[in-house]
């Protein structure tokens, strides 16, 4: 997304749309971008100074740590900021301050049952491995540590 300054009123400027994905380059990552960035973003010039303000949005397809499954998420930057010197040309890219942003909210460790929508398969399939007692409860498997020599 690229602004001119002259584009700039002195009571600022509302930027509101969609650009193209701008995290593409991470599918080898296993993120994969399902949309556009959506974007809502207050622009204006003070002391010479670019500042900005607003909210992002990106949908994404992030694989389960635990299940290994790809699953839909929405990376949300409520709190976007920008404050740049100008000192430069009048031609002013914002791309690389999304960008940063919005890997900067990108889960490290991504799970399927995160947001509540969903039940991990593998989370099922640990609880049915997992040795239990007669009440219920699940006992302590200490087989592995007992057969350990020292």
């Not at 010479?48 to 949300?76: H, K």
């Not at 690389?96 to 490290?108: K, M, Q």
Request: net charge negative; with cysteine.
């Amino acid at each position: 997304m690229k602004i001119h300054l002259r584009q700039i009123h002195p009571e600022g400027l509302h930027l509101e749309g969609e650009e193209d994905c701008p995290i593409p380059d991470l599918e080898a990552e296993d993120v994969r971008c399902t949309g556009p960035l959506r974007y809502s973003i207050d622009v204006g010039i003070s002391e010479g100074a670019l500042w900005g303000s607003g909210s992002l949005a990106q949908p994404v397809e992030l694989r389960c740590v635990r299940c290994l499954e790809p699953f839909p998420f929405e990376i949300e930057v409520k709190a976007f900021s920008l404050h740049l010197e100008l000192t430069g040309p009048e031609l002013i890219d914002l791309t690389p301050y999304l960008r940063e942003d919005i890997l900067l909210n990108l889960p490290a460790h991504p799970h399927c049952d995160r947001e509540g929508g969903r039940k991990c398969p593998a989370d099922t399939q640990a609880a049915a491995e997992a040795p239990t007692a007669e009440d219920g409860k699940r006992q302590p498997d200490w087989s592995a540590l007992d057969k350990l020599k020292l």
